[in-house]
């Protein structure tokens, strides 16, 4: 028998169903959430019914795409390393920096992130309240224990003005070579050491200042909310 002549291997409904995902992944950072699932499944070569015989409703869908995209990246050691008091703060800062955009820089990451915003999806609330409360705050200790500021002061909000000040410019990278698409290469290692110095050139000041001051006001307090189903308006046929 001619190997060409025998059928194509049928596919486990799991395998189906990570390809499909997979596809998924690709077509909303391509053409964002407007896009239906009737045109998803045309652009698979697929029916529209087949894709919720294993999303249940494109809200599923996109709850699957969130933790295949965000929630899968991200690791634990993250927060782990970074309260490590055996090293400096700045050492710990761009080592985590270094594997934090190493998981998030790619243009799946990125896009999705975008439109989901311009759409009014909270996979943006969601993502940037966990990195707020598991990563920000953290920070923000090891900046005061290293500082020799007491840690069990409720924290300023200008000093987690100050500490989101440093990450955003550490994120902005990933927008310039992914959304913005420019034309060179960025140097990632240059951006996330002249963001850590910023930040801890800057700490003694704002945090000395903020805590002296008893008008200073508070930073929201943490969540730690179990993460909700995105909210997904009925999809269009």
Not at 120 to 134: A, C, E, K
Request: aromatic share 12%; proline share 5%; charged share 30%.
């Amino acid at each position: 028998m001619n190997p060409s002549d025998k059928k194509p291997k049928r596919l486990s409904p799991e395998e189906r169903k990570r390809r499909l995902l997979e596809k998924a992944i690709d077509y909303f950072s391509e053409e964002g959430f407007e896009g239906g699932t009737r045109e998803l499944a045309r652009q698979l070569g697929i029916t529209q019914p087949l894709i919720y015989r294993y999303f249940s409703t494109k809200a599923d869908l996109i709850n699957e795409v969130y933790h295949a995209v965000y929630v899968s990246q991200w690791q634990e050691s993250w927060a782990q390393n970074l309260q490590k008091r055996d090293r400096p703060v700045r050492d710990r800062l761009i080592e985590f920096y270094d594997g934090y955009t190493n998981a998030i820089f790619n243009r799946h990451w990125m896009r999705i992130f975008f439109f989901a915003g311009l759409k009014g999806l909270d996979i943006n609330t969601r993502y940037i309240r966990r990195v707020s409360d598991h990563l920000l705050r953290p920070i923000c200790r090891e900046m005061r224990a290293e500082l020799g500021f007491d840690v069990e002061k409720p924290l300023r909000q200008a000093e987690f003005d100050l500490v989101w000040m440093m990450h955003g410019l550490v994120f902005y990278q990933g927008i310039r070579e992914h959304i913005y698409k420019v034309p060179y290469k960025v140097n990632h290692e240059f951006s996330i050491q002249i963001a850590v110095d910023m930040y801890i050139t800057k700490s003694r000041e704002v945090i000395e200042a903020a805590l002296k001051d008893p008008a200073a006001d508070l930073a929201p307090a943490a969540s730690f909310i179990p993460e909700q189903l995105v909210q997904v308006a009925p999809d269009r046929i």
